[in-house]
């Protein structure tokens, strides 16, 4: 696979051999072992919001918790889509609730590394501790499907189509996620902790315009042994069906925020970083009927070919020039995107903050109508219902759920499929 990694523009210039350990201080602060004594208090606050909000309704501007990194990047796609979503609280309706794929790889990625983290010596871990980590990628995924089922069906009961496509996907969630971890090798990393919680999917809220906070959840923070010190990097997991590439990567507003945020918990970053794995298990080659393995491109690596060969007798050294770059599909792909502290800042200020008031003052929502935003765009039915004057009651009605509905989760309503004949 080919990692895709920015260098960063002034590097330190020692390695250090001995990383510095992330602890936890008497008071559950994160410190270090380095001598340097543990950080002062955060400015920020962490994973709870502001009072004001807890419980809130939907508020006017739509940011019931705050604004974070998502709504940013929607904004900027479409700022009527945003207030559609946002502000009237009318989302996409699904026939048939899609049973994400990436969602389930994501909580078994999300649950193993949980777990990892809570071993003392990870680059010495024992048999058991090992187990105690896959153990954990398993019961992730097994939550995400108990999870599908108390959203998506209200008595518990599934079809037995949809229980056998249920079944399948969470057998293929946990060999992606399997391999995703094998791939970015556990023990190279250090899971930072703070106030007693090691920095897994924890939301992080910080203030940010009047009475409004600004919050957003890295997937992980945690620090690489291999690279230079103060290496902390908060990470962002990514199943997609094709790769995104670094540019995409090097606009999104997301990892900047976190950045930023971990540097009002004053946890000092050096970058931040997208970890794509592709919604995919590499394929097994066939055979020709002559006996010989196929020499067509697909999508599998260069190990699983050679493995097929070898069970079949068949000579690796025969295919490994031809094949070995042949077979260039990339099942994951490692973005580190490295901005120092006044970057960080910059963004914040110049993009950040003023897209923020923008968003919470705005009083028009002009629609970004261009065919990349507007193909495949969920609400393009209706957005363009109104632009000709039409009646979208019905549309409404069916298409699109109110957010405001506290059954909307339940996509597969009776009244959803049922069509009267008079
Ligand atoms: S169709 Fe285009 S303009 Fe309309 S909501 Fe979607 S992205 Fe915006």
Redesign the pocket.
């Known amino acids: 696979m080919t990692k895709t990694v920015r260098k960063p523009k002034r590097r330190a210039k020692a390695v250090s051999k001995k990383p510095s350990k992330v602890k936890l201080s008497q008071d559950g602060q994160l410190g270090h072992r380095s001598g340097k004594g543990d950080l002062p208090y955060p400015r920020g606050d962490f994973d709870k919001l502001p009072a004001a909000f807890q419980n809130a309704p939907p508020r006017a501007d739509g940011t019931a918790e705050g604004i974070n990194g998502s709504q940013l990047n929607e904004h900027m796609?479409?700022p009527?889509?945003w207030e559609?979503k946002n502000r009237r609280l009318i989302d996409r309706r699904s026939i048939a609730p899609p049973m994400d794929l990436g969602s389930a790889v994501h909580a078994g990625v999300a649950g193993a590394i949980h777990t990892f983290a809570l071993i003392e010596n990870p680059a010495k871990a024992t048999k058991v501790e090992r187990a105690g980590v896959l153990q954990a990628l398993v019961v992730g995924v097994r939550e995400w499907r108990n999870q599908w089922m108390a959203e998506h069906c209200a008595d518990g009961r599934l079809a037995d189509e949809t229980e056998t496509q249920l079944s399948e996907i969470q057998v293929k969630a946990v060999q992606i996620a399997e391999r995703a971890l094998e791939e970015i090798d556990l023990p190279r990393y250090e899971v930072v902790w703070y106030k007693g919680e090691p920095l897994v999917e924890r939301k992080i809220t910080i203030p940010f315009l009047p009475s409004i906070p600004f919050y957003g959840t890295p997937d992980v923070v945690w620090k690489d042994r291999q690279s230079p010190k103060n290496s902390i990097m908060p990470w962002d997991f990514k199943v997609r069906e094709k790769m995104q590439a670094v540019e995409h990567e090097e606009v999104d507003l997301q990892l900047p925020a976190y950045q930023y945020m971990l540097g009002k918990l004053d946890i000092p970053t050096i970058g931040a970083g997208k970890f794509q794995i592709r919604a995919e298990l590499p394929r097994i080659p066939e055979r020709n009927k002559n006996g010989a393995m196929s020499r067509q491109r697909i999508a599998t690596t260069w190990d699983m070919y050679k493995a097929e060969l070898i069970r079949y007798g068949l000579k690796p050294a025969d295919y490994e020039e031809e094949m070995k770059q042949k077979l260039d599909v990339e099942f994951f792909r490692l973005d580190q995107l490295y901005r120092n502290q006044f970057e960080i800042q910059s963004f914040w200020d110049n993009i950040i903050t003023p897209l923020g008031k923008q968003l919470v003052e705005a009083k028009e929502f002009i629609?970004?109508?261009h065919f990349i935003?507007?193909t495949g765009?969920w609400?393009?039915e209706l957005?363009?219902s109104e632009l000709r004057g039409e009646d979208t009651g019905f549309l409404l009605e069916t298409n699109y759920i109110d957010l405001r509905d506290p059954k909307a989760k339940l996509v597969l309503r009776p009244e959803d499929v049922t069509i009267e004949v008079e």
Do not use: K, S, V
Request: contains cysteine; hydrophobic residues 35%; proline residues 0%.
């Open positions: 796609r479409c009527w889509r559609l629609r970004h109508m935003n507007c765009c609400a393009r957005c363009l």
